[in-house]
């Protein structure tokens, strides 16, 4: 079992920046891929970013590139997405998974824990 804890969300103005965490705890952290999602209300869930055990490999969904970065310190259990330029439509629940796997998906479906998520709200 891995349990996931996000922190970091928060209200921002528009071209704004946060920086989430998400930390791993209860097993081997090191060897899941991990991955990002947010919930806007009245939508899907939808992805965000993921990355491999090590981050050899990295993967943004199209509005994400350029604007976040994800990254992980296996030291400290920890997942980053860092999100510059945020933009009134970024608001929504963001999620942390993680992978029994090491390779990552961006579909919600290939994770195997979650986190219980932080609201970011950009402001116009």
């Known amino acids: 079992q891995v349990h996931l804890v996000e922190s970091g969300g928060g209200l921002v103005q528009a071209g704004g920046s946060l920086r989430l965490s998400c930390v791993a705890s209860g097993r081997t952290f090191s060897n899941n891929a991990m991955g990002w999602f947010r919930q806007a209300p009245g939508k899907e869930r939808e992805f965000v970013a993921a990355?491999?055990?090590?981050?050899?490999?990295?993967y943004y969904a199209r509005y994400a590139k350029g604007r976040f970065t994800i990254s992980r310190d296996n030291a400290k259990n920890t997942v980053y997405l860092q999100m510059n330029s945020l933009k009134p439509e970024d608001t929504a629940v963001y999620f942390c998974a993680a992978r029994k796997r090491p390779d990552y998906s961006g579909s919600q479906h290939d994770y195997d824990y979650w986190g219980q998520g932080t609201q970011v709200t950009v402001s116009s």
């Open positions: 990355l491999t055990w090590n981050a050899d490999i990295i």
